[in-house]
């Protein structure tokens, strides 16, 4: 399994980005899917992500901000980060709970980090 993800780079405080994450390889089950960030000297943090009912959740701090989407079809995620705001820099990753074989527990996968940098 791997989790491709795209989006990223440098914009100033206002401006929008877009994340962008495809889970491929053998996919069974997708339980969970969605964006972390790390910022320097933090912990990682669930950013925005749909839980294995299908719900979305935000972290407070960027509720009305940014919009996550999927297309289940795809196995993708799509965080929209608008109105963004120089605490938004870190690195994203994009994450999933996936199951590939029956009878096991689902494991969960890491994309690789992109950088997001917003300047003030």
């Known amino acids: 399994v791997q989790l491709q993800a795209s989006g990223g780079g440098l914009v100033q405080a206002g401006e929008s980005l877009t994340l962008s994450c495809a889970a491929s390889?053998?996919?069974?089950?997708?339980?969970?899917m969605g964006w972390y960030r790390q910022a320097p000297g933090k912990q990682r943090e669930l950013v925005a992500g749909f839980t294995e009912s299908g719900n979305a959740n935000y972290m407070d701090s960027v509720m009305g901000r940014f919009t996550i989407s999927r297309n289940i079809a795809k196995n993708m995620v799509v965080l929209q980060m608008n109105s963004m705001k120089p605490e938004d820099t870190a690195v994203y990753y994009c994450s999933a709970r996936i199951l590939t074989r029956w009878g096991r527990d689902a494991d969960r996968y890491w994309g690789q980090g992109t950088q997001v940098t917003v300047s003030s």
């Open positions: 390889g053998r996919i069974l089950r997708i339980d969970d």
